[in-house]
Nanobody
Framework: QVNLLESGGGLVQDGGSLRLSCEFS????????MAWYRQASGKQRELVAS???????VYSNAVKGRFTITRDNADNTVTLQMDSLKPEDTAVYYC???????????????WGRGTQVTVSS
């Protein structure tokens, strides 16, 4: 059974901070990358930040310097600290986890249900 549980999100004023967390569990699954994506109303889903198993980071230009992604490999959690939030950060944020089911080498992605982040001006 695969579980991907997101928490955090909510309403915050321009310049405020929020913290998103995501816990992944799947017995036998070899987890690799974890990431956060977001989808604003009427727009396509986009990558916000990702972190590999060994800690390599990728940030979108829109959030670089304001958001921080971290990961705890012991309990398969990923956290997104969002500071200096702007109204344009308003979106549904989705946790993503990918890896493989050995002995298969086919990469499999799992998505959370999403959590709403709203930044008021």
């Amino acid at each position: 059974q695969v579980n991907l549980l997101e928490s955090g999100g909510g309403l915050v004023q321009d310049g405020g901070s929020l913290r998103l967390s995501c816990e992944f569990s799947a017995r036998g699954f070899r987890l690799n990358n974890m990431a956060w994506y977001r989808q604003a109303s009427g727009k396509q889903r986009e990558l916000v930040a990702s972190i590999t198993l060994d800690g390599s980071l990728v940030y979108s230009n829109a959030v670089k310097g304001r958001f921080t992604i971290t990961r705890d490999n012991a309990d398969n959690t990923v956290t997104l600290q969002m500071d200096s939030l702007k109204p344009e950060d308003t979106a549904v944020y989705y946790c993503n986890a990918n890896g493989i089911w050995p002995p298969s080498t086919l990469e499999t992605h799992y998505w959370g249900r999403g959590t709403q982040v709203t930044v008021s001006s």
